[in-house]
């Protein structure tokens, strides 16, 4: 069966900002050496901590499990150079304020743990054991989500999976670094949908890309030719990455209001954690690097870097020739999803798609000190989710928080269309963000106080206290 390319038309929202990529874009990846000193958070991915699992003045090796977990949302942390534990202790982290870390001097040798190899033939495994494998990889969600893998490959019975979408769209403007990876490695990224395909009993495979990449799509076109893989052209709007938006736009199907896409038979998987997956079943290495664009006009040489997890990101920007000019604002991530950083010396994690740095000019934006809506409807018109974003953040400013989930405000994937396309610059998207904070948060009270009050009745109490 041979290669099909088709052109998919968007769906409803989403905005046009500058793609900003030409920075980058035509900067092959390259390696850098890691920090003197990394610092590795116990939390980078969805789920529960991890344990660390060494202590001060342990050796430790390239690929060394530093820290795990016994629940199932979870997986290891690895050491990602050779050298000594010199402390467990909190530290900066990008997302989170300050997380228990493992500090590890680098002796600069790399040496690879003793314990690693291949985790052999994945042709030869059954899905359970793939998605094993994969969790002892550490893998995890490479498109900004870090949802554990071996979780999203399995679900339930009740939703047989028939396809799996690799998503190549990368619409965040400025990031390359999911362009680089399969301009430079298509098989291996092919490789990776192949083991994900049979970890979830897929028939079908689906990679798609969008229509301002097509060096990208060419590339991918030559290698799946054959293959019975089919190339999807997206038409070119943010946020057309996003999974359910995917899903619309190249199956027809919908994922229900609050639900996931194996409820529509489908896994879509960021080709970032495919090349992951395909590169530990080949060396046996774990995830203990990522390719980073460090980008934007404040930096000397921005450049697609393969980083070491836990260098700092003053490293990671000193290698790319450090700042020819001082920048108002360095953002982990991109300009519309990315989170401003007020120190460089956080580490780069498993979350780490980019490092942008904005200059005075770029960065200049006036948030109102109260909200004020003109009511012209530009937000309703962007949100890809046909959400309500006025009203979103209307009602978090007043602390209605019956009224968000009523409005669905769960369904936000905070894609940031509505503050962009706003005029009188509403922070939308900050207000929304903290009204699905406080309606979790409201959720978890109340569904912890429901538990506690049918275990009183089991006891054989009234629920009253008496």
Not at 2 to 21: C, D, E
Not at 27 to 40: C, D, G, L
Not at 128 to 154: C, S, W, Y
Not at 326 to 347: F, H, I, R, S
Request: proline fraction near 7%; glycine fraction near 10%; aromatic fraction near 4%.
């Amino acid at each position: 069966m041979g290669l099909a390319l088709k052109f998919i038309n968007r769906t409803k929202g989403g905005v046009h900002p500058p793609g900003s990529k030409g920075y980058t874009e035509e900067k092959p990846i390259r390696e850098i050496e890691a920090s003197s000193t990394i610092f590795m958070p116990m939390r980078q991915h969805i789920g529960t901590q991890c344990v660390p699992s060494v202590k001060k003045g342990d050796q430790v090796y390239a690929g060394t499990v530093i820290g795990d977990s016994d629940a199932y949302v979870s997986v290891p942390i690895h050491s990602s150079v050779s050298g000594k534990v010199i402390q467990v202790a909190p530290h900066v982290h990008p997302a989170l304020g300050d997380v228990l870390s493992v500090l590890i001097e680098n002796d600069s040798r790399y040496e690879i743990d003793p314990s690693l190899q291949p985790p052999g033939k994945w042709e030869n495994m059954d899905a359970d054991e793939i998605r094993q494998k994969i969790r002892d990889a550490g893998i995890v969600g490479m498109g900004g989500a870090v949802f554990p893998t071996h979780v999203k490959l399995n679900p339930p019975r009740e939703f047989p999976i028939d396809t799996v979408i690799l998503n190549g769209v990368e619409c965040e403007p400025y990031l390359t670094s999911d362009y680089r990876l399969m301009l430079e490695q298509p098989e291996v990224l092919l490789e990776g949908l192949r083991i994900i395909m049979r970890a979830v009993g897929a028939a079908k495979g689906v990679i798609a890309i969008e229509d301002n990449k097509p060096e990208a799509i060419k590339k991918i076109q030559q290698v799946a030719s054959g293959s019975g893989i089919r190339v999807s052209s997206i038409k070119t709007r943010y946020p057309q990455g996003a999974e359910k938006i995917l899903i619309k736009s190249l199956l027809q199907r919908k994922v229900p209001e609050g639900g996931l896409p194996m409820q529509v038979g489908v896994v879509v998987d960021n080709v970032g954690t495919a090349h992951a997956v395909a590169n530990y079943f080949s060396t046996g290495m774990p995830l203990i690097k990522r390719v980073v664009t460090v980008t934007g006009s404040p930096i000397s040489d921005p450049s697609n870097l393969m980083v070491p997890l836990g260098t700092t990101f003053a490293d990671a920007i000193e290698a790319c020739g450090g700042f020819k000019e001082e920048p108002a604002k360095v953002v982990m991530g991109g300009p519309m999803m990315g989170l401003t950083q007020y120190t460089l010396e956080v580490p780069v994690i498993k979350s780490t798609s980019g490092i942008l740095a904005l200059s005075t000019g770029e960065a200049k934006y006036s948030v109102p000190t109260e909200p004020v809506c003109i009511r012209c409807a530009r937000c309703v018109d962007a949100c890809p989710m046909g959400l309500n974003p006025s009203y979103l953040a209307a009602y978090a400013y007043h602390e209605k928080w019956e009224e968000l989930e009523r409005l669905r405000i769960a369904d936000c994937m905070e894609c940031g269309c509505c503050t962009y396309a706003c005029p009188t610059k509403n922070p939308i998207v900050q207000l929304v963000k903290m009204g699905k904070a406080e309606t979790a948060r409201r959720k978890e009270r109340s569904d912890r106080t429901v538990a506690e009050l049918d275990a009183i009745k089991k006891e054989g109490g009234n629920g009253t206290g008496e």
